[in-house]
């Protein structure tokens, strides 16, 4: 890339129509945008917090492959400055010119799928984006769909239905976005000029990288600076606590950090992937993973969320740095052109504080597929099954010598420190020992070394500390019942 090239505007596609930008700040959602400047109040505001997905949209980007995807997002909590390039659709473009419904509004208002309405934009995006992908959708796929969007309405069922009635009134094909998606492929690739976009408002200012080298050379130079990839943690900062941000680093469109690769034993996961794109591998080759994702926020956050982002932002009930650690998930970190790898585990130093030094980003994180030896389970703790944040996530990877003792052993939990946090103590307890019920009782009272956990909204520091023993003896009880280990992140109420 021309590192010398910038352009001073942000392009992208609004439904049929290119919009150019030179005046964007770099805390602008797309939700005011599109409510406040374009007038397309279609699309609600309810929670402005990903939650309810009123202000579901869809946006197309293209993939490496050449190819153009559409997914639903939370234009709520998406800036701007993530959307170069890109084709936003919102709820206005979907009737046709002489008022006839699209087959999706159609058979929502057939099957009696809204009532009050406001949900109703957002939950027709929301089956658009399932119907382009998988015309006939199983219920299970539907419920995927539309976790990320609530009603306090109509009890759902209806909205069920019309899901599953959509194809009778119409394939795809005749659908704008299928019927022109050629033509359409071709604008975004003319967008696609490989420059720096740089925008000065007011006092703030927003940049997108032209490339990877060209990320690194200005999170260099601008250590200071805040990275937004998914924005589904940085938004709330600004929606929520409203923290100013500027000057901010968009990183959601850099191609380089959104490869996945699997070669000798080990996922390797750019920080760019998001969890959609991560889910067909991580199902593949770690299938508890794999349903942990399905229980990461709703279908447009996954769409939007990374697995980098959910690491460098360090909450201690990030999903996914407790299994990845288990696993001995190794984590490279760059700055400029020197990169260096980690274990994940040495990553997480103290609340808010990580071994991350000034100017350097996370670029991928590594992953060991478990053996045929190996056992690995994932359990997730919340109050609801879905959308909902851990209380307690305890991850588990067990191998058994040939007598039957514990060979090898890794634990470790989020909800429970102010970090994510391997439970050395009760590891201890465990290794070397024969894997009976007498070991892991006697394991579980090493906890309290490990662990002092808070009291919060979420649970109690009893019920926390409870829990997180009982999910070891469930492990236990899992692997040894005969029936093989249950493969899945369990769902339990707090
Ligand atoms: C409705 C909702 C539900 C959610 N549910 C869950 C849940 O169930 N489980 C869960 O774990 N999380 C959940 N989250 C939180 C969030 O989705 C995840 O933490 C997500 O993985 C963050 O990724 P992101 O790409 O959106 O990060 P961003 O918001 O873009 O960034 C997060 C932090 O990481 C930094 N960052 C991002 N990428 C890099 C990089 N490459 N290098 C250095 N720093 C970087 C940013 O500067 C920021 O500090 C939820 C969020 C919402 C809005
Ligand atoms: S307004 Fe609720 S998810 Fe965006
Ligand atoms: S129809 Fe009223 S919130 Fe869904």
């Known amino acids: 890339m021309n590192a010398f090239t910038i352009r001073r505007e942000l392009r992208f596609i609004l439904n049929g129509k290119d919009v150019d930008l030179s005046d964007v700040a770099p805390d602008q959602t797309l939700l005011d945008w599109l409510r406040l400047s374009r007038s397309l109040k279609g699309t609600k505001e309810g929670c402005a917090e990903g939650d309810c997905g009123a202000c579901t949209v869809l946006v197309g980007r293209l993939t490496p492959s050449g190819g153009l995807v559409y997914e639903s997002v ?39 799928g809204s009532q009050c309405g406001f949900c109703t934009p957002g939950f027709v995006m929301s089956l658009y984006g399932l119907w382009m992908q998988t015309p006939e959708p199983s219920d299970r796929q539907i419920e995927i769909a539309l976790q990320g969007n609530l009603c306090r309405c109509t009890g759902y069922e209806p909205i069920l239905r019309a899901a599953r009635a959509i194809s009778s009134y119409g394939g795809t094909a005749k659908d704008p976005l299928f019927a022109e998606r050629a033509s359409m492929i071709t604008r975004l690739q003319a967008l696609q000029d490989g420059t720096r976009v740089e925008i000065e408002s007011g006092d703030g200012k927003l940049i997108v990288p032209a490339d990877l080298d060209d990320f690194a050379l200005l999170r260099d130079a601008l250590p200071s600076a805040t ?194 946090k391997r439970a050395f103590a009760v590891e201890e307890a465990l290794l070397g020992q024969p894997w009976t019920e007498a070991t892991v009782e006697r394991a579980m009272e090493r906890y309290a070394e490990d662990y002092e956990p808070l009291s919060d909204m979420r649970a109690t520091a009893e019920y926390r500390a409870l829990v997180a023993k009982n999910l070891l003896l469930r492990f236990y009880l899992e692997t040894t019942s005969g029936a093989g280990l249950a493969q899945v992140s369990r769902y339990e109420a707090a």
């Open 74 to 112: 939370n234009a709520c909590i998406r800036f701007m400055g993530s959307l170069d390039g890109c084709h936003v659709v919102t709820v206005e473009h979907l009737a046709e010119r002489d008022g006839r419904l699209h087959p999706v509004q159609q058979a929502m208002v057939d099957y009696h």
């Open 227 to 420: 990275v937004v990839a998914g924005s589904t943690d940085v938004g709330l900062w600004v929606t929520k606590h409203m923290r100013r941000i500027s000057p901010v680093i968009f990183i959601a469109g850099l191609q380089e950090l959104k490869t996945i690769s699997v070669k000798d034993g080990l996922i390797s996961i750019g920080a760019g992937v998001t969890y959609s794109e991560a889910i067909e591998t991580l199902s593949q080759h770690i299938p508890a993973l794999g349903e942990l994702v399905n229980r990461i926020g709703g279908q447009q956050v996954r769409n939007m969320g990374t697995i980098g982002g959910n690491i460098a932002n360090g909450s201690p009930i990030g999903d996914t740095p407790p299994p990845l650690i288990a696993l001995g998930a190794s984590l490279t970190l760059r700055r400029g052109v020197e990169r260096r790898t980690i274990p994940l585990q040495d990553f997480f130093i103290a609340y808010g504080k990580q071994d991350r030094q000034s100017g350097e980003f996370v670029e991928a994180v590594h992953v060991p597929i478990p053996g045929a030896d190996q056992s690995f389970a994932v359990y997730k703790v919340t109050k609801r099954r879905d959308e909902d944040i851990t209380a307690t996530l305890g991850a588990f990877s067990l191998t058994l010598s040939a007598d039957g003792t514990v060979e090898t052993i890794r634990i470790a939990y989020g909800g429970m420190a102010a970090t994510p």
